[in-house]
């Protein structure tokens, strides 16, 4: 796919555009960027809607949908309608964690966003890491750990976090005690373990460069931010 492509080109440019904005407290350049982004926006879902498009077409509508999501990034803009859209073409394009350059680089910020935004709104995350076509490498000695890239460790990250907030969101609901609701805490209950396991897992073969600098105890934390003011 070129980058020449005017699709692409408007993407870039209004993410540039609302940078320039954000940086310079322009006007001229959030109305340009917002005068790019509905312009490729409305250019990007009219075809969507036939069955007749090429990969190639359908790759690049994947790829312009990513962008559209940094750019709801930059603008504040709260119900991010593009990851729904990036999510399903990057599933029709067969894009996973096994693809390589720039499918491999939306597959991963698609599903990072998609991770992220679950823990926001305490809800499962909308692409299973089951079926991402990754194995986070557990097996993997601790001996191991510097050779992985960080790229690598962000990754496994990420499925953890993933696979958490699904567990964590799909609490069932309260119910009279039986044979059935027993064998599902059961579940749950071996399901937990596992996570923990992982995660202890993870933190002790994580390298030192990654790892968070100091952990807060749950019982006091508030809602006031712990990171100095850069202001």
């Known amino acids: 796919m070129s980058r020449r492509e005017p ?21 001229s350049f959030s109305a340009g960027a917002a005068q790019h982004y509905h ?12 069955k007749t498009r090429s990969k190639q077409y359908t790759e690049m509508c994947a790829v312009i949908a990513t962008i559209n999501i940094v750019y709801e990034m930059m603008s504040g803009t709260e119900l991010m309608e593009h990851i729904t859209t990036a999510r399903a073409l990057i599933q029709e394009c ?14 991963w910020f698609n599903v990072g966003m998609d991770a992220l935004n679950s ?5 499962s995350v909308a692409w299973d890491p089951d079926q991402w076509g990754y194995d986070p490498g557990e097996s993997v000695i601790s ?3 510097e050779i992985l890239t960080p790229e690598a460790w962000v990754h496994r990250l990420l499925y953890i976090l993933a696979k958490t907030v699904t567990h964590c969101a799909t609490k069932p609901r309260a119910r009279s005690p039986g044979a059935t609701g027993g064998g599902q805490l059961a579940q749950r209950a071996q399901a937990w373990d596992s996570l923990t396991q992982l ?11 990654m790892q968070p600098l100091a952990s807060l105890d749950p019982r006091f934390q508030s809602r006031t ?3 100095p003011n850069p202001g």
């Open 119 to 123: 823990v926001m709104c305490n809800s």
């Open 199 to 209: 995660c202890n897992w993870c933190r002790d073969v994580t390298p030192r460069r």
């Open 39 to 50: 312009a490729r926006t409305s250019a990007l879902f009219r075809p969507l809607s036939t």
């Open 7 to 27: 699709m692409v080109c408007e993407a870039v440019k209004a993410c540039g555009a609302l940078y320039l904005a954000l940086e310079n407290h322009e006007n």
């Open 94 to 107: 067969h894009w996973n964690a096994l693809s390589s350059g720039l499918a491999r680089a939306c597959f």
């Open 225 to 227: 931010c712990y990171f």
């Open 143 to 145: 001996s191991l750990r």
